[in-house]
T-cell receptor
Framework: DAGVIQSPRHEVTEMGQEVTLRCKPISGHNSLFWYRQTMMRGLELLIYFNNNVPIDDSGMPEDRFSAKMPNASFSTLKIQPSEPRDSAVYFC?????????????FGQGTRLTVV | DAKTTQPNSMESNEEEPVHLPCNHSTISGTDYIHWYRQLPSQGPEYVIHGLTSNVNNRMASLAIAEDRKSSTLILHRATLRDAAVYYCIRFYSGGGADGLTFGKGTHLIIQP
């Protein structure tokens, strides 16, 4: 298995533009997590899906952020409009059950720079 | 609030054992303890997890205190590749997003 695949690996965009980050979880995993990492705030959990349904989005910073999981093999995180303070590395992770007795697998991340 | 406490950084020598401590004094009876690590410029990587008993795998050992209020990740023979940030996570039994919340972690430095 190729693991969790994120695209693009790097994204540079201008303030005000729409940005879409993509994630393909490991086949058979039914839990998916989106994280944001910055030097100041560390790793922050943004949203968690289970069986394609958003379970907890309390970590989504504001309405400019939205996430979808239309099927078990694909998820998107969209920022519209983007702002310089959104610059960060965004990670996607998946796990077989999302429960306590399993491990989560992380992608390589998307480094977003908003100028 | 990750509800675990770890030292900000630790230093060790190559080929020596490393003991990384973690306090989780408010843990409940069914919460699992997970450890992940993050190498430079990579995503977090699973290391080990456990509930009550000590656990061993090819990467490390996890020693859990009898009262479960603390645990120690043991790297038996550190290499330069083990230099990373190590996160101890208390995985809540209620499930949901709180289950996989990262704190600041311990920055492990390995000296050659």
């Amino acid at each position: 298995d190729a693991g969790v695949i994120q695209s693009p690996r790097h994204e540079v965009t201008e303030m005000g533009q729409e940005v879409t980050l993509r994630c393909k979880p490991i086949s058979g995993h039914n839990s998916l997590f989106w994280y944001r990492q910055t030097m100041m705030r560390g790793l922050e959990l943004l949203i968690y899906f289970n069986n394609n349904v958003p379970i907890d989005d309390s970590g989504m910073p504001e309405d400019r952020f939205s996430a979808k999981m239309p099927n078990a093999s694909f998820s998107t995180l969209k920022i519209q409009p983007s702002e310089p303070r959104d610059s960060a590395v965004y990670f996607c992770a998946s796990s077989p059950q999302g429960g306590m007795n399993t491990e989560a697998f992380f992608g390589q991340g998307t480094r977003l720079t908003v100028v | 609030d990750a509800k675990t406490t770890q030292p900000n950084s630790m230093e060790s020598n190559e080929e020596e054992p490393v003991h990384l401590p973690c306090n989780h004094s408010t843990i409940s009876g069914t919460d699992y303890i997970h450890w992940y690590r993050q190498l430079p410029s990579q995503g977090p990587e699973y290391v080990i997890h456990g509930l009550t008993s000590n656990v061993n795998n090819r990467m490390a050992s996890l020693a859990i205190a009898e009262d479960r209020k603390s645990s120690t990740l043991i790297l038996h023979r550190a290499t330069l590749r083990d230099a990373a940030v190590y996160y101890c996570i208390r995985f809540y039994s209620g499930g949901g997003a709180d289950g996989l919340t990262f704190g600041k972690g311990t920055h492990l430095i390995i000296q050659p």
